[in-house]
């Protein structure tokens, strides 16, 4: 699994696709593109291993072999081929969306990238997609913070609760912070679950809030974290960390450098004083968390 090749390889290239002001058109960078070097990354969700034991109908091995034999002499060659399969199919559009940026047509690129968005997302290929059309934000989305999790219950066990107890918003909140890793869709719909049952709750209105983070609008999430922010004071830290981690993706670290200290100030040693102060020493030394996203959906 290849990505931070694919960042490397726009960055240098000069590609931009989408920032969070629209732009990438006219003039700009977008505009004079020219096609880059080598041989487009490819994205798959499998380890080189696994992929080939696969089917040699899978379309992962057909999508591979693509990618493997182009070249800046069979690009156009690459594009058809990948166009000729399912549209319909993230691993296809994401290895179309990368064939057309190598290609020197971001316009092309972005609409196919969008297009994976839509058909899987917050999922391996809609994440790296999104990654790769918000290279001004951070990889990945703001994870949502809670101790709503009992301690070694297993998501089959949070399964069943909600289904023998479905009007218990608590059991909704577990079972959404035990998703939250591997399928955030899922943890998205429980935790909107969660909320209808008890809209007041705090923790429920910020995971409404965050969960669902759009690159394409960071602005929504902070503006209804701070509405929560403004409603329940007693729960300053658990909200304001959370501003400072859209901040953080937001990539306004001195924003968020300051939500960070003052969570720190207020709660020096809970889970939330623990992630200010890891973000903290993010932004004062950006190395020491080069490795610290944990993302599943993040190629790397």
Request: proline share 7%; charged share 25%; glycine share 10%.
């Amino acid at each position: 699994m290849v990505g931070a090749a694919a960042v490397a390889g726009l960055a240098t290239g000069g590609i931009v696709l989408v920032t969070r002001d629209g732009g990438g058109g006219g003039d700009g960078p977008a505009a004079r593109a020219k096609p880059l070097t080598g041989t487009p990354p490819l994205v798959v969700d499998v380890k080189p291993a696994a992929l080939r034991r696969l089917p040699a109908d899978d379309l992962r091995r057909r999508v591979a072999a693509i990618i493997r034999r182009d070249d800046e002499s069979r690009r156009a060659e690459s594009i058809a081929a990948l166009q000729a399969l399912p549209q319909d199919e993230p691993v296809v559009g994401m290895a179309l969306g990368l064939a057309q940026l190598w290609a020197g047509d971001p316009a092309a690129a972005e609409v196919a990238l969008k297009r994976v968005k839509e058909l899987d997302p917050y999922g391996y290929y809609g994440t790296n997609a999104d990654n790769l059309l918000h290279l001004n934000e951070a990889p990945g989305y703001p994870p949502w913070l809670t101790t709503a999790r009992p301690e070694g219950a297993s998501i089959a066990q949070l399964k069943a609760r909600t289904q023998s107890r479905p009007d218990d918003p608590d059991a909704w909140l577990a079972l959404a912070a035990a998703l939250e890793q591997h399928d955030r869709g899922g943890a998205i719909t429980a935790a909107r679950k969660a909320f209808a049952l008890d809209p007041g709750d705090v923790s429920a209105r910020v995971a409404v809030t965050v969960l669902p983070f759009d690159k394409d609008n960071p602005g929504a999430a902070l503006a209804g974290l701070m509405r929560v922010l403004q409603a329940s004071p007693g729960a300053d830290a658990e909200v304001r960390v959370h501003v400072g981690l859209v901040f953080f993706w937001m990539r306004d670290e001195t924003d968020a450098a300051a939500q960070f200290r003052q969570v720190l100030a207020e709660d020096s040693h809970g889970l939330y004083a623990q992630v200010a102060g890891v973000f903290s020493r993010c932004i004062e030394n950006p190395t020491s968390c080069a490795k610290t996203g944990s993302d599943p959906n993040i190629a790397r």
